[in-house]
Each structure stands twice: as C-alpha cells, then as structure tokens.
C-alpha cells in the first residue's frame, strides 16, 4: 500500500529556510494532489498547502509569502520549503495525500510526521 | 477561513458505553450543488499522525470499525462512537474541505471513565 515519509533536518535556525521532502512509496505520485501539514501545541493541526503531480498549487494565505511546494515526479517525491522561520514555525510537520475526486480536500494517508525545531 | 469548533474538549466514557463529539463549523459546508457535507473525522493517538475515519460527514473510510459513525448536515456536526473501546482512546478531530483554506477543529480527547 502507499507510504509516506518525511525527510529533512530536525533543527533550523531562526530566519533560515526550513526544507522537508516526502518520499511516496508502493504507488505513484500521479493523478493524487499532496499536501504539507503541521502541528503545535499552540495552534493544533494547520494545512500548509498543496501541490498536484503536474505542478499547480494552493497555499494558506497566513505562509503563502514563505512556502514553497514543488514536486519531482520522476522521484515519486514532493518538497516544502519555509523561507525566514522562526520559533512559531516548531512544529510536527506532515506529508498527506489527498483524496480523490470532490474528497480531495481530507486526507486518506499521511506520513509519520518529522519534528522540526527552530532554534539557533 | 471557516472556523470548526469542537465540544466537549475532552471527555470520559466508560468502556461499552457510548461517546460523542460535537464539531461547529462557521459557516455551512453543504455543497447545494451535490448535497455533500465537506466534513472529515480523524483520530490521532500519541505519536501517530491523524487517521482518516469519515468523510462527507458519514461514510466510513475503509477498515473503520463500524461503531464509529457521523451525522449532521451544513454547520452541526457528530461523530459518535458506540461501545467504547480501550482503543479508542485518542484525540479526534473534525476537519472541513469545502474550500481552501482547509481548518481542522482544535480536537477532542476522549478518555476511559
């Protein structure tokens, strides 16, 4: 079945560009939108954006100035990237599918999660 | 941004007996057009991420134990879980997905009495 990993370091400093990779594992990355994901204590569970297989995007206007979602089809991968950070950016972030069709906006997989802490 | 708001916070029930949690989104999430409710529950146990149980407010993902179920229509919304199980202790969440951006409730954590 498919299987999601996040990848990246676990501690970024402040102002500096946070980096995550998800690796998409026993099914393509095609024909499915995949979103990034993050949660705090301070402000639970909070959808950071998506990316569909050929490119096209949609971000949270809150992070749309910082993030950056690209994908690499040919890896069966799909990054973000979280430019000037700061402490309120610690948080568990994850990589999701999107369900198919006029579902496609919950999330049917998810990857473990990665701890990501911004502190010099 | 729609805002889901979850009731109780948290709560405790005993083992068999019947649980519910109740989720409030700020504006309607019925889709006139197909008559759909753009509304997920999730579960999430410690150290987990967040599991799909329902979506458009009542069908059950597949593998979900049939106890779990949802209801509600336009901004009121239940999930219900029946016969409470040890395993069943986790935070749940409602989540809306009737337009970007998508907000998910602040969660409920549902304890054994």
């Known amino acids: 079945q498919v299987q999601l990993q996040e990848s990246g370091p676990g501690l970024v400093k402040p102002s500096e560009t946070l980096s995550l990779t998800c690796t998409v594992s026993?099914?393509?990355?095609?024909?499915?939108?995949w979103s990034w994901l993050r949660q705090s204590p301070g402000k639970g569970l909070e959808w950071i954006g998506y990316i569909y297989y050929t490119g096209s995007t949609n971000y949270n206007p809150p992070l749309k100035s910082r993030v950056t979602i690209s994908v690499d089809a040919s890896k069966n991968q799909f990054s973000l990237r979280l430019s000037s950070v700061t402490a309120a950016d610690t948080a568990v972030y994850y990589c999701a599918r999107n369900m198919v069709g006029a579902a496609s906006g919950a999330f049917d997989i998810w990857g473990q999660g990665t701890m990501v802490t911004v502190s010099s | 941004d729609i805002v889901m708001t979850q009731s109780p916070d948290s709560l405790a029930v005993s083992l068999g007996e019947r649980a519910t949690i109740n989720c409030k989104s700020s504006?309607?999430?019925?889709?006139?057009?197909?008559?759909?409710?753009?509304l997920a529950w999730y579960q999430q146990k410690p150290g987990q991420p967040p599991k799909l149980l329902i979506y458009?407010?009542?069908t059950r993902e597949s593998g979900v134990p049939d106890r779990f179920s949802g209801s509600g229509s336009g901004t009121d919304f239940t999930l219900t879980i029946s016969g409470l199980q040890a395993e069943d202790v986790a935070v749940y969440y409602c989540?809306?997905?009737?337009?970007?951006?998508?907000?998910f409730g602040q969660g409920t954590k549902l304890e054994i009495k």
């Open positions: 458009w407010a009542s």
């Open positions: 026993g099914g393509s990355i095609r024909s499915y939108y």
């Open positions: 504006q309607t999430v019925l889709y006139s057009s197909n008559n759909k409710n753009y």
């Open positions: 989540q809306h997905y009737y337009t970007p951006p998508y907000t």
